[in-house]
């Protein structure tokens, strides 16, 4: 064994979301948090590609990032609501202390497309796979995580902003993951009972 079997089920099983509005002024690492990416990426990854592009955000892009979204959340409306929530939306993105956007590239004009229109859902699969590792490797190191996918890409300054030098399809994003450190953690989900998702047939005769 590697790791403690208990170990690694109790890491995955205690990653919980947490809203970036959590978020205390104690500032994470963001070395550690740069290895971990590194290490995360070493995900399954059919005909090898590597798909998976980071964009490790500094401050002030991280404001910039926050008021995008509070622009795309109150889009044209006059509605009250709308623009409250567009407001409290930049408050806690712009806060955050750190921000990776992953975005997935599968050049679609590619020889493997042509021939393997499937691996642009694989390459997706592998940058879900990567974005998970990544999860776990903060939680490991205490640090906090929100996956968010609140459509900011949807603005037409966004790309700019955070440098993605490849228009959609060809890169898109799939992932902004919040970090910071907190000391509240949100309730555990409830899970349906395996038997109701698994066809176990390794009793078979
Ligand atoms: C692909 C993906 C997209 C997500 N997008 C959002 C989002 O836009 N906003 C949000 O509040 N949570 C988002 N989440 C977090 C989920 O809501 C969260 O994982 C879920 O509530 C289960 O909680 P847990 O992560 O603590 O197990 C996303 C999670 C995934 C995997």
Known sequence: MIVSQQDLERL??????????????????????RHAIDVARKAPNHHRTEPARFYLLDKSRIKEVGRLFGEIVAGDS???????????????????PGLIVVTCFTDH???????????????????ACICQNLLLLLHNLGIAAKWSTGPVW??????????????????RVIAL??????????????????????SDYSNSP
């Not at 995955?12 to 070395?31: L, V, Y």
């Not at 300054?157 to 959609?168: L, T, Y």
């Open 109 to 127: 004009s590619s020889e493997l497309v042509a021939s393997k229109p499937n691996a642009i859902e694989e390459d997706y699969a592998t940058c």
């Open 78 to 96: 006059p509605d009250e609501f709308l623009i409250d929530r567009a407001a409290k939306k930049t408050t806690e993105w712009s806060s955050s």
């Open 154 to 171: 949807k603005h037409r300054d966004f790309r700019q902003v955070v440098g993605i030098p490849n228009p959609p399809p060809d890169e």
């Open 12 to 33: 995955i099983s205690s990653r919980r979301t947490s809203k970036p509005s959590w978020f205390n002024d104690q500032e994470p690492d963001h070395a550690d948090v």
């Open 177 to 198: 993951i919040f970090y910071g450190h907190t000391e509240k953690t949100a309730p555990p989900p409830t899970y349906s009972p395996i038997e109701m998702k698994l």
